[in-house]
């Protein structure tokens, strides 16, 4: 490493830690700090501008922002669809996905500028610590890795108490309920889901019911991308979600907390809101269920499964990742139609589908009731050699009781 290189590339959100971390790195370390702020759907234009005009009073060396929603969909969230990804069938994902994204920023950012550092406000209690470790050391393993807030295992009170002997003002009343908002949903942190009984309360959730009378919608997908709701077609599937998501969230749809284990090998809750998300995996979901075989829906859930638990460990870059991807997007070939949704107060109802390669034809059967591809006597032999070899186990080895 160069030691005339002061450069530090720092993932910047505007927060308490990254603020601490932005004049730790430039007075006490003596480093060039270059903030970068990546966007994954989650802030405003007028969040941005608000963002970038404190980091330029913390009198860091630049500020950037770079909005990665588009690629986050393409590099991401396209898959987490094609594999119904729900993590304990719950979570979508939201924060995980969006953290190995912004990562991958940071590290482009870091070779960009040549930096001979690169830092984040991780503590040493949570999974981003991981996410952004692994993406660090992975993309740019020559740059430096600096963590203050985990490194000096600080409390909240000794980061604000040296921001204020810094100079440094600004608003350090702790929000009751921490919010990460993305493209794939809103995370919701507070006092409840710290223990493992409580609920959030109606006022922490950041969107509040305002709809109450049902509302009926159709999503159309085309090769499992969402492309148009209603009769609005979009030329971006972002476009779709994040209409989809103003069209849902006031009907406080998609409430939830998740339980999961953590990389670090703890248990964890978070609360999350995530309208659109959902509705768009459980409408992917049972389109797939028309459209698919047996065999296709039944690999499609391992694998997802795993890739869904491997993102959330951040190992977005494992090269299984893109194999795995690749099997999905062509699993994908006949995935399109229209699903049919009824949006309510705090649920919504999946009715139906509409596709012209559904295979619940009634052309070759109705189950339940006659069929016109077989004969009786075709099942009769069918059913003889399917159990077979179950039945010669019995026979050799409980040739009295076959119920045991």
């Known amino acids: 490493m160069n030691p005339e290189n002061k450069k530090v590339v720092l993932a910047y959100s505007g927060g308490l830690d990254t603020t601490y971390c932005a004049i730790y790195l430039k007075r006490v370390r ?12 989650g802030f405003s234009s007028e969040e941005m501008n608000a963002i970038e005009k404190r980091a330029v009073a913390l009198g860091v060396a630049s500020f950037r922002s770079v909005d990665v ?73 020559e740059a430096m890795i600096l963590t203050p807030i985990r490194d000096l295992k600080l409390s909240r009170e000794q980061e604000i108490q040296f921001l204020k002997e810094n100079g440094v003002e600004m608003n350090f009343e702790k929000a009751k309920y921490s919010i990460n908002k993305g493209l794939w949903g809103t995370s919701v942190g507070g006092r409840e ?49 994040q209409y989809l998501q103003s069209v849902a969230q006031s009907f406080a749809i998609g409430r939830d907390i998740h ?7 703890i248990k964890g809750r978070v609360g999350f809101e995530a309208a659109a998300p959902l509705i768009i995996i459980k409408a992917h979901h049972l389109l797939e269920k028309h459209v698919l075989t047996k065999w296709q829906l039944y690999w499609k859930e391992q694998l997802s499964s795993w890739y869904g638990n491997w993102l959330h460990e951040g190992q977005m870059l494992d090269p299984t990742m893109r194999n795995i991807e690749k099997f999905l997007e062509d699993s994908q070939a006949t995935v399109s139609g229209k699903v049919f949704v009824t949006l309510e107060p705090y649920r919504f ?45 019995h026979k050799i080895n409980d040739p009295g009781n076959h119920t045991k």
């Open 30 to 41: 003596g480093l060039e700090v270059h903030a970068l702020t990546v966007n994954t759907g």
């Open 259 to 265: 339980v999961g284990d953590t990389i670090i090998g």
């Open 69 to 141: 929603t588009e690629e986050y969909y393409q590099s991401c969230i396209r898959f987490l669809i094609f594999g119904n990804v729900l993590k304990n069938a719950t979570y979508p994902l939201s924060v995980s996905a969006e953290r190995m994204v912004q990562a991958i920023a940071v590290a482009k950012y870091v070779e960009e500028k040549g930096a001979a550092y690169v830092a984040h406000g991780s503590t040493g209690a949570g999974n981003d610590q991981v996410r952004f470790d692994m993406v660090f050391t992975g993309m740019v393993p």
């Open 349 to 393: 109802i999946i009715t139906g589908i509409e596709s012209e390669h559904d295979l619940m034809s009634s052309r070759f059967g109705s189950y339940g009731e006659m069929n016109s591809g077989w004969t009786g006597d075709d099942v009769k032999g069918f059913a003889k050699i399917f159990g077979n070899q179950t039945a010669i186990f």
């Open 193 to 241: 889901t710290l223990n493992s009984k409580d609920y959030l309360p109606e006022d922490a959730w950041p969107t509040q019911l305002s709809e109450k009378d049902p509302k009926k919608i159709t999503l159309q997908f085309e090769k499992g991308e969402l492309t148009a709701i209603n009769d609005q077609t979009f030329k971006h599937p972002v476009r779709a979600i």
